[in-house]
């Protein structure tokens, strides 16, 4: 069969947004309501007939509502198989009848979890028959309509009104579908809040991820790859996904990934003096902090201008007309900023391709969570890498202690380094980097590759030397040699912050007082692949 007509509907949702009109719909044309608790008595206030499920069961609800659904007079009437002769035997000796229609969304778990509720709370709204309700339907769904999201209302309408009071096969497996997906991202969310909030297990027997509502992307990282967006079910911090666009193009792949690397090493600077970030590939190609964000835009810029052609740009404080007019003398695919002034959104209206991002608060940079990526047969998961030092971590390795604005200097690049894929080295001077390696397959190259840049810097801005004199550097990891330091010792370094833990630490430590450097180990390092 394929058109089956909507006689009888069962309708218990948590969400009454849209219930009445929809009610009012199914009502007038002809529909029987069942329904359950609140649900019933919103339907009821709006002046339509609703008989209870307590009187389609026999029995009332009860256990503070805990048990209503959990009946064979709805699971019959929703499994029956209706043209198979047993099934329809057993209907009719048992008096079950047939629903049709099935309207539900489950109780607010996420809701629950999120406004901080206790652990008794939280228990209470973890939905039993709603999910059995919505599986069963889901299941039979050759015979029964289900529909567990309000945004589909209007659909579910729309197909009542063009096949005459039925709905399709197609649009019922359409429904099952989405609907078998509720289900398992709602099952998803409870396990993780059992595993994660209740139990405290960091790596649990079975791990579930889910996420909704996709926002489709033109492509992926290459035409020919397909993309989406999804967000996660469930508490998490809130990014670039959850920005709000105020100008611009549709967000791609890339810029997604791109723009989520800029927050994440702009967030380093939240609540601190003014900053910008800009990122290229991933990668960031120039990072600064000055007294206002117009100069640390110049001091950003100046690391690297060849790369932040075509770049993301992050800043940690409400984004103002000068730096906006700024940024607008180069192109920039994407600008992320916690606030846009009114000059700014000025300034940049006059890009029209230009994507602007707003992010509210910036995220917390130490939050826990999980980092999972696919390899093939299997998924790698760790722990965010939220570790972080201060200057009392840190220990002097070398005959020369840092100054303090060395190691100032070092905090800076160090900061930076982290969110640099390996192998990486960063240069920085005065709170602004002067040159950036990422990438590399050695330590050596990485350290050669930022002072080349910087060589460049200054060439183009006509300074008398490049940025690199007088810097401090950084390394996410050790020195497996000397040859990466003496690399920076050739640009002009002074300082040197590392990780430590070589078993040639010895040789780069000597290698460090032979040059006058100061170095400082800090006993964490920061790989990012």
Not at 23 to 47: K, P, W
Not at 309 to 318: D, P
Not at 419 to 432: C, F, L, P, Q
Request: with cysteine; hydrophobic share 45%; proline share 4%.
């Amino acid at each position: 069969m394929s058109d089956v007509t909507i006689r009888r509907a069962l309708l218990s949702v948590s969400d009454k947004g849209g219930l009445v009109d929809l009610g009012t719909r199914l009502a007038q044309a002809g529909v029987e309501l069942v329904s359950t608790g609140g649900t019933a008595r919103a339907l009821r206030d709006a002046g339509l007939d609703v008989r209870d499920v307590s009187e389609v069961t026999g029995f009332p609800e009860m256990m503070d509502g805990r048990v209503k659904t959990l009946h064979p007079m709805v699971h019959g009437g929703l499994l029956a198989v209706r043209d198979n002769p047993e099934h329809a035997a057993a209907m009719d000796a048992h008096g079950i009848g047939g629903i049709d229609l099935v309207v539900v969304n489950l109780y607010p778990f996420e809701a629950t979890v999120a406004r901080g509720a206790g652990r008794d709370d939280i228990i209470e709204n973890i939905d039993i028959g709603g999910p059995s309700m919505v599986r069963s339907a889901a299941k039979n769904h050759q015979f029964v309509t289900i529909v567990t999201d309000p945004a589909d209302y209007a659909d579910l309408v729309e197909e009542l009104a063009a096949n005459d009071g039925a709905t399709s096969l197609p649009f019922r497996r359409k429904m099952a579908a989405k609907a078998f997906a509720a289900t398992a991202a709602y099952d998803s969310m409870i396990s993780q809040w059992f595993a994660f909030a209740d139990q405290g297990q960091e790596f649990p027997d079975f791990l579930a991820l889910n996420g909704r509502a996709p926002v489709s992307l033109r492509y992926g990282e290459n035409p020919h790859q397909q993309a989406a967006l999804y967000t996660p079910v469930g508490p998490h911090a809130h990014g670039i996904a959850q920005a709000e666009q105020l100008q611009g193009k549709e967000l791609s792949y890339n810029n997604y990934n791109d723009a989520d690397a800029a927050l994440e090493l702009c967030a380093e600077f939240r609540g601190q003096s003014p900053a910008v970030v800009i990122v290229k590939h991933a990668n960031p190609c120039g990072v600064a902090q000055r007294a206002s964000l117009r100069e640390a835009w110049d001091a950003a810029l100046a690391c690297d201008s060849v790369s932040a052609f075509g770049g993301i740009v992050c800043v940690n404080t409400e984004l103002d007309g000068p730096t906006a007019e700024a940024i607008c003398e180069i192109f920039t695919e994407v600008v992320i900023a916690p606030s846009v002034s009114d000059a700014a959104r000025e300034a940049f209206a006059r890009k029209k391709n230009l994507r602007l991002l707003v992010t509210g608060e910036l995220p917390d940079p130490r939050r826990n969570g999980l980092s999972v990526k696919p390899i093939t047969g299997g998924l790698l998961v760790q722990g965010r890498d939220s570790g972080s030092i201060g200057e009392g971590d840190l220990k002097v390795v070398t005959e020369r202690t840092p100054t303090d604005r060395e190691l100032q200097d070092c905090l800076f690049a160090w900061t930076v380094a982290r969110h640099v894929k390996s192998n990486a080295i960063v240069y920085a001077k005065d709170g602004a980097t002067a040159g950036i390696g990422a990438g590399q397959m050695n330590r050596r190259d990485s350290s050669r590759i930022a002072a080349m840049k910087a060589s460049e810097a200054a060439g183009k801005y006509g300074w008398d030397t490049p940025q690199t004199v007088g810097s401090a550097v950084a390394s996410d990891a050790f020195f497996p040699f000397a040859d990466g330091l003496l690399a920076a010792v050739e640009a002009g370094a002074t300082a040197v912050i590392q990780p430590g833990g070589s078993i040639r630490d010895e040789e780069v430590i000597a290698a460090a007082n032979e040059a006058g450097l100061a170095m400082v180990f800090t006993g964490m390092r920061h790989f990012r692949h």
